[in-house]
């Protein structure tokens, strides 16, 4: 497995935390969860994983920028725009840091869908 896959597969198992309240879209052909019945820019977040790097895209996170004051700067080193956090590692602090972030920010979608 190159390291690109295991970033890939790193960050999916922690989107995949919360697929028991999200659903399976695309946004612009990219593979993104969503709220059910959501549609255009209204996802959680959207994975790719390109030549050099995997991008997780968090236009929630652009939404809510008070969420990202209790990430590290490690992690904030890894926005690369707005919505873009791209990795070529993801080691276990750096992991537990975005699965933080990735929960508060769940919580903010679920209370705009409620």
Known sequence: ????????????????????????GTIYGIPSLVWPGSSGHDYFAALKRG??????????ADRYPDELAPCSPALLARRTGRATFSFTTLDDELAADLGALLDRLLARYREEHA
């Open 1 to 24: 497995m190159s390291d690109l896959e295991a970033v890939e597969s790193r960050l999916t198992a922690l989107l995949d935390r919360h697929r028991d309240e999200l659903v399976d």
């Open 51 to 60: 030549k050099t790097k995997v991008s997780l895209y968090l236009v929630i």
